[in-house]
Structures are given as C-alpha cells and as structure tokens.
C-alpha cells in the first residue's frame, strides 16, 4: 500500500485536544457491558474446582456422583480436553494450566469443571467431585527452587543456555546474559563500587473486573466467546487449537475491558467454558471469584537479584554487572530475561553484564504485569545507583545525567538508541519545582529512571465512510483506557473532519483482520499508525470520486482539511467538495468508499520516565506516608493528553501499591493467604496524594505523528523512587519490596 | 429450597420479585432484573464496585441479601440521571476523565453522590476518606477527586 510511517513534523488540529471519550456516558451510566454483563438464554453457570495443594499428583478424579446430581448438566476434567498442542510446548503449559493433567502445580489450579443450571447447584456439584490427591514437597520461594536440594516441579527441564549441557533436571528453565565490553576492566577502573542484593515479592495485577466469559458452542462446530480480554483474536487463536477448532469458526467478542494491565493476555477459564458448552449442548457462562483472581490468575515475578555497579571520582560508570533471578510460577517463561534487558537500559555504559534465570515454584503461572519485569530490575539497579551516587558525593539526578544513554549510545540489551527521552526528562526533573519543596523531620525525597521497550505487532483497521459523512472506525485492539478516543481523533485529523463525525468500536474476531493483543503500550501507537493508512487509503478513493465528479486528472485533486481541491489555475472556478458532499454522492460514482489498513506497526519507540517522590516514614510503627509525587515521562506525541496522564498516574499508583503494601503471602502449606482485597491491599483514594504529571514530546521517528506507547513505562520507577525516598527518610538502605511496615521496622532495628 | 418474595423500590420504581434466601440483593439486582450497573468486584464488601444507597445509606449490595430491601428504598446507578441529563458528578467525571476502565465507575458515583449528600463541601482530604471504600486501579484516584470536587462546587452553585 505504500504507506510512508515516518514522522512527518505536521501541524494538528485535532490530535492533542482533550474531547470527552465515546464509550464515556455508558460507562457513566452503567450501561458499558463488561464480562459478566452479558447473558444468554438457557445459558449455565460454570464452576471450577481447584487444587488445594501447591504440588501434588493426581491419582484419579472421580465425577459419577457430581454427575448424577440434578440441574448438573457437564462436568469436565482434563480428559475433555485432549492435548492437541501437537509439540508446541508453551500451548501445551496454557493447556495444562487450564485444566491439571497430571499434577497440580500451586494452590488453585483447575483440576475439574461443572456446568449446572444455577450457581448453588454448580457449588453443590463440585463438592462432590473426589480427587484423590498424592501430595507432593513444595516450594515456592525463588532462591530456595533455585536450590539443588529443592523439590522438582517437572523432571523433564534441563537448564538451557548452559555452556554444558546439564545432566540432571532443574527448576532452573534458562540461563540468559546480555551486555557488552570487559566488566571486569571496568570495574579495575572503578574509584567507588556499589553491590547489593535485592528482593521483590509477587503482586496481583489486581484489576477489579475478575476474567468472566460466556461460551456458545453448536453441535455444527461452530462457537461463540464473548470475553473480558486485552486480545480477543489471540483468545480465538489459543481456544481454537486447544479445542481442535478452525479459528473461523470461533467468533469472539471483546466485552468492555475492566482493567487488565497485561492479566487479561493469557486464556483460564475460557477453554473451560467452551468445553463446558461442547458438551453441555449449551451456553456457559463462567465468571471467576476475586479469591480465584488471586489464587489462579496473574501475578508478576517474585525476584531476587544482584547488582555491582563501579563508577569514577568524577561520576562516570565505568562498569554495571546483575545477577536476576524471577519466579516463573510453574511453567517456563521469559522473566528474567524481559528483566535483564531492561535492567540498565537508561544508561550508557562502556562494559556491561547481565544475567537472568527463570526459576520454577509452586505459584500461579506468572503473567505480564504492565512493563513485566522492569520495574524489579528498576528497583535493584536505581537504588544500587542512588547509593553510588551518595558514595562519590554527587547529586543523584546530576548523576543519573552524567551516565544517560543518548541518541547513538548502544543499549546494555543490544541495539543502538534513536532520539530518546531519558536525558530531558532528567533535565526536566531538575528544574521541577518538586525538587524544592521542604521535607520535614521523618521525611525523605527519593527519584529514579525506568524505561519500557514499547512494542507495534500486527494490526488491521477499517475506516468506512457512511453516507452521511459520517466515520465508522473499526479496530481490533480492545480499548484498555481510552483509545477509542485517541484513535477518532487521529481519524479525525487525517481526514480533516470533527472528532464528533467519527465513531470507533472494537470489532469482534469475524468482523477484522487479525490484531495482536492490546499489549507492550501498543494500542493507541499500532491502531493510530493503521488508522492513518486506513484514512490515507480513503482519501485516494475520496479524491478519485472528486476528480470523476470534475472529470479532470486525480493528480490534480489534493485533499486539505476535510475537503478534495481541484489544483491549479484552469481550475478556478471548481468548489471544492467536502467530505460529505462526496459521501452524499457515492451511490453514483462507484460505491461506498471506504480505507482499509492491515500492516505490521514497527518502530515502537522506546519510552523513558524519571518519577519524584516525597515520603514520610513513621519510626515508632514502620508505616509510610506518600506526601508528593510527580512523573516526568517522554510520550511522542500525546493523542489525547489528559489519557495520557491518567496512564502515567494509575502506573504510578500501581508501583506506589508494589513498593508500600502488595505481596502474596504464601503459608509453609505452599498455601496463598491473602487472596483478597482486604488483606492484598491496594492503594485507596486516602492513600495518595495528586500525582503531578509532566508530559515530554520528542517525537518517535517511526511514526507520522510521532507517538510512542505511553501505558507501562509509568510503574517502572516507583519501586526505586519510593525506595530511595524511603531510605534518605530514615537512613538505612531498603533491599526488601514491598516496604510495609514490618520490614521498615525490621530495617530500623537492624540499623540500631 | 423456597423463594421469598420482595416488595421494593428501586429508582423510584416499584418492584415484586422472589429470591432465595441465601441470595445477595447484587446478585437480585444484576441476574433477575437485569440491573448490571453495579458491578461484582470482590462479593466481600472490599471494593465497593457493587456501591447502591439503601434508604439513605451508602451500602455494598453484595453485603446485602436480596430479601432485605423488602419495604426499602434502592438506589442504583441506572437512577442516577434524569432522562438524557447526566447528574454532575456524571457530567464531571466525563470531562475529567475519572475513568479508564470504568468497572468501578458506577461504585465510585454512588459513593460520591452519598457524600456530596452528607458533605456538600467537602476538602480533598474528606473526598479521599469519604471514597476510601472504593478501589480504582487504573486512575491512581488523582482525576476522581478533582471530578468531585468540581461536581461538589457545580452543586452548590445550583
């Protein structure tokens, strides 16, 4: 299609106001349809039952007597789902985290499923099922799996990316390393060095919608899903191969989206639902508890890790090494390695080394928790550089921008930086007045960087122009937190009409073109890019219909502001015609009209945050109290600013919840002890201050508009931040996240 | 086991329905009639997404049975505006953008109508305990507040 990406430096209208959202008087209303709002006639209630062991072996399940109970009407277990991943190793862990075949692997793993005609029997139902358990040893503690003496979670792991290959398996699944130069030069060079090691415990994504679904699947091999899901087409693509389907077949509607945050990439409970409704003949709907939520979705990495860090007298670095260990729940994952990329992505350094291992414990399947991995790694390195700071005698913002990576300046994980943002933002916070408020007694002020990759994939959007002049924009990345928005004001722009003309939906899997999820901040960056395309594809069609209706050239007819021209002097005396003029008259110049756009959006710039934060500390009790906090962050360009914003607030909120208060509290039973908001808390409203925002603008290259994702870089620095607020309040080192009373009490009289 | 039968008003409307005795009235409201806007974000009074005003009081309708509301006066956020006229708090959290998601917007709009109701002038620190039962994930509560606030000024000056 030819279509040019590159930032062209345009002037805008419409992209950059803050109109109110489409989806907003529905969701102000109650009228927005969320997972568990939708319903179908005759439809069941699904139930799941789930391990109450963290590993243990199952000998055998017997279901005859939930079976026969009345109003039960399927009850499922792993052999209703045949293993038909044919090789592929990470579909077959999806499938045995659905549904336990062999062994459960943590507290709250399915092991069977109930369809019943009302929930009370489906509860009844599951009481009767019988699984005769052969508990196994347990361990869910990172650096203890790591051990030798450690139970095996799956005796058929061998550690890869090993210079030998190990002969005896291991919890450990991979050994990744990343970095350039001679550490081990770099750190002879060293005049101060700095080594630590830290701790980072589980948290939840804790979004406040639990995964809820309803499953339709006809006896003609045809189905439909409507779903809570961050990527409705990637659900399609994972319950079709597990269920033996063709993908077009599955129809899949995204529901309204409440909170995701990366939790909503990964199918649960909805291969059960479809198999429930194979062989039910029936509807099911399926909804998860909040105490399932916690038990057996999500959460992050629980890590471990070690960083050495050396610089000059004169505050140069001369070498950064890191040792990251991350929890990966049962299965193997890509933790550590996301967390050793990221770890010294902000600066420029001549030697680096990083290595990442991926640990198996006996926890939920660790999933992608917005910027997944970064924010530990962040955590880690920022404090280590704080203290280094502190060592030499320098100021920790002047130092952080002696040491930033620079446009040119080749990253610790690989490639070369284009223009970035770390260095302004940087400069930014120095000049905040933030940084000049008074701190009184107990009080500190702590600041750090953090970087997110940002990521494009493959997207597909429709621009369909109505009769009326009106824009219908379909795409296929659901709306996590206003895109829909932003997207009609990039249409709107590009087609030079109101942002009130053009009207966004996320259409379902049967409607569009494959999309990949809504993930990596990459909604509101790939959609924008395909709607851009998708609108520069109708405007040739726009000006073909004008240069028809003229009968003149189509190379003479430019399209400016909503309107196609006729150009040059012997056209004088031609009107312009307006989009709707055009629109109106479509039925006779060749049909509707219409832009179409399926690309794969590359070039995701990466994206920089440096945070702020001001924190009162309580000696006698340990408790903590966040006075101020302020986020710098590079977007691009901000399509809809005051979305912007929010991102960078809710990131914030959520790494302020991590560093404080959140973490899975597992017993010595292997058991989750806190699966609920009461007792994993996150944020409230009486716990935070405003969170002031500064958006920077340094435009991304690889895009028209210059946008970068903006979602996840926000959670990167928090951790740090407060970590370095927390440790300048009270003078001794925090290594322990989350930071909650206990353990600042613990720090205190450790110090004493 | 038996229904029970209930007599109440929601929004101003009168309703007869049976329910179980076991059966929460969020559970009633969302499953027998058809009332979704209150939503089930825990089922242990933890988040307040499932906010509704029982006879005056701020409650979570998940802590409440069905049979309860026999005789009383519900108020959900289906009753909040009049016809196609957003209430304030409504029109103000559009136009700052209170929400991303939205699940816990319906929650957090009842709570602050209470509020408002109790505290027509309410500081940043009263909103903050005022919607402290209240859990929002994607906002950080930073354009909630000012939403609130800005409502609660609007108001007074009605």
């Not at chain 1, 009228?31 to 006639?41: E, L, P, Q, S």
């Not at chain 1, 209630?45 to 391990?51: A, D, I, N, Q």
């Not at chain 1, 899903?225 to 599955?250: D, I, N, P």
């Not at chain 1, 004088?572 to 109106?584: D, F, K, V, Y």
Request: net charge negative; with cysteine; glycine share 10%.
């Amino acid at each position: 299609m030819n279509f040019d990406p590159r930032y062209s430096g345009r002037s805008f209208t419409s992209v950059g106001t803050r109109p109110i959202r489409p989806d907003g008087v529905d969701k102000v209303t109650g009228r927005a349809r969320y997972g568990a709002d939708f319903n179908m006639a005759g439809q069941l209630v699904g139930r799941v039952l789930r391990s109450p062991h963290a590993h243990a072996k199952i000998r055998k399940i017997d279901t005859s007597k939930a079976e026969k109970l009345a109003g039960v009407k399927a009850v499922i277990t792993a052999a209703d789902l045949p293993d038909l991943t044919d090789g592929d190793a990470a579909m077959y862990d999806i499938l045995d985290n659905c549904m336990a075949r062999t062994k459960a692997l943590y507290d709250g793993h399915a092991v069977a499923a109930v369809a019943a005609v009302d929930a009370r029997t489906a509860k009844q139902a599951l009481k009767l099922i019988e699984v005769d358990y052969e508990v196994l040893p347990h361990v869910t503690d990172v650096d203890e799996a790591m051990k030798h003496t450690a139970p095996l979670l799956n005796d058929a792991i061998f550690t890869e990316g090993l210079e030998e290959k190990p002969v005896k398996p291991s919890n450990v699944t991979k050994r990744t390393q990343f970095g350039h130069g001679d550490i081990h030069e770099g750190f002879g060079q060293a005049d101060f060095v700095v080594e630590r090691s830290f701790k980072t415990e589980q948290t939840h994504q804790g979004y406040i919608e639990p995964h809820a679904c309803v499953a339709n699947v006809s006896s003609d091999g045809t189905a439909d899903l409507w779903v809570c899901t961050q990527g409705h087409f990637v659900y399609r693509q994972h319950c079709a191969q597990l269920l033996g389907m063709e993908a077009s077949k599955l129809r899949v509607t995204s529901s309204e989206i409440g909170g995701g945050f990366g939790g909503k990439t990964h199918v649960w409970a909805e291969p059960v639902a479809l198999a429930l409704s194979r062989k039910a003949g029936r509807p099911v709907k399926l909804v998860m508890t909040r105490d399932e939520v916690f038990r057996a979705s999500g959460p992050t990495s629980a890590t471990s890790i070690d960083v050495r860090i050396g610089a000059r007298k004169d505050g140069t670095i001369t070498a950064a090494e890191a040792t990251l260990r991350y929890s990966c729940g049962p299965y193997a994952g890509m933790w550590a390695e996301i967390g050793a990329m990221t770890a010294f992505a902000c600066y420029k350094l001549e030697n680096v080394k990083t290595v990442g291992y991926e640990v198996l414990v006996n926890r939920p399947k660790t999933a992608a928790y917005r910027a997944p991995s970064a924010p530990m790694a962040a955590f880690a390195v920022e404090s280590a550089v704080d203290e280094l700071a502190k060592e030499i005698g320098m100021d920790p913002v002047d130092f952080r921008i002696r040491n930033a990576a620079q446009e040119g300046t080749r990253s610790s994980y690989g490639p070369v930086y284009g223009p970035i943002g770390i260095g302004p933002t940087l400069e930014a916070v120095k000049s905040h007045p933030h940084m000049k408020a008074p701190l009184g007694k107990n009080q500190g002020r702590g600041m750090a960087c953090g970087f997110w990759f940002n990521f494009g994939g493959q997207t597909c959007t429709d621009l369909n122009i109505g009769m009326d002049g009106s824009v219908s924009l379909a795409v296929g990345t659901v709306d996590v937190g206003g895109s829909r928005a932003s997207l009609s004001l990039v249409a709107a722009e590009e087609l030079g009409i109101a942002y009130e003309h053009v009207k966004a939906v996320v259409a379902d899997t049967s409607s569009l073109g494959y999309n990949d999820m809504t993930d990596g901040s990459r909604g509101t960056f790939s959609s924008s890019m395909a709607t851009i395309s998708a609108a520069r594809n109708a405007i040739k069609i726009l000006r073909e219909r004008a240069a028809q209706t003229w009968d003149i050239p189509v190379e003479d007819v430019v399209w400016e502001k909503g309107h196609a021209i006729a150009k040059g002097e012997k056209y004088g005396n031609l009107a312009a015609l307006s989009l709707r003029e055009i629109a109106a008259a479509s039925g006779k110049t060749g049909g509707p009209i219409a832009g179409h756009s399926e690309l794969v959006a590359d070039g995701a710039g990466v994206s920089f945050a440096t945070h702020i934060c001001d924190i009162e500390v309580d000696p006698e009790t340990g408790s903590t109290r966040v006075l101020r906090y302020t986020v710098v962050q590079d977007a691009g360009k901000a399509v809809h600013p005051t979305y912007v914003e929010g991102q960078y607030q809710g990131g914030a909120a959520q790494g302020i919840g991590w560093a404080l208060n959140e973490e899975y509290i597992y017993g010595k039973d292997g058991r989750l002890q806190n699966s609920g908001f009461l007792d994993y808390r996150i944020p409230v409203c009486s716990d935070l201050p405003m969170i002031d925002t500064q958006i920077l603008e340094i435009p991304n290259p690889n895009h028209p508009y210059g946008v970068r994702g903006v979602g996840e870089t926000s959670i990167v620095p928090p951790l740090a931040a407060i970590a370095n607020a927390v440790s300048n309040a009270v003078g001794v080192r925090m290594t322990h996240i989350p930071m909650s009373p206990p353990r600042i009490l613990a720090a205190l009289e450790a110090e004493r | 086991m038996a229904g029970v039968a209930v007599s109440t008003t929601i929004n101003g409307d009168n309703f007869e329905y049976l329910c179980q005795p076991d059966e929460t009235l969020l559970d009633v409201l969302r499953d027998r009639l058809g009332l979704t806007g209150a939503k089930e974000g825990c089922g242990t009074g933890d988040c307040g997404a499932c906010s509704i005003i029982l006879d005056d009081r701020l409650v979570c309708s998940c802590l409440v049975l069905g049979a309860e509301a026999e005789g009383r006066r519900v108020e959900t956020i289906e009753g909040m505006a009049h016809g196609d006229t957003l209430h304030p708090l409504q029109q103000k959290f559009l136009e700052h953008a209170a929400l991303q998601c939205g699940i816990c917007t319906p929650g957090f709009l009842i709570a602050a109508k209470d509020l408002l109701a109790k505290n027509p002038d309410p500081t940043e620190e009263e909103i903050r305990f005022g919607l402290a039962g209240n859990l929002c994930r994607c906002t950080g509560y930073d354009k909630i507040v000012r939403a609130v606030q800005d409502a609660a000024s609007v108001m007074k000056g009605a």
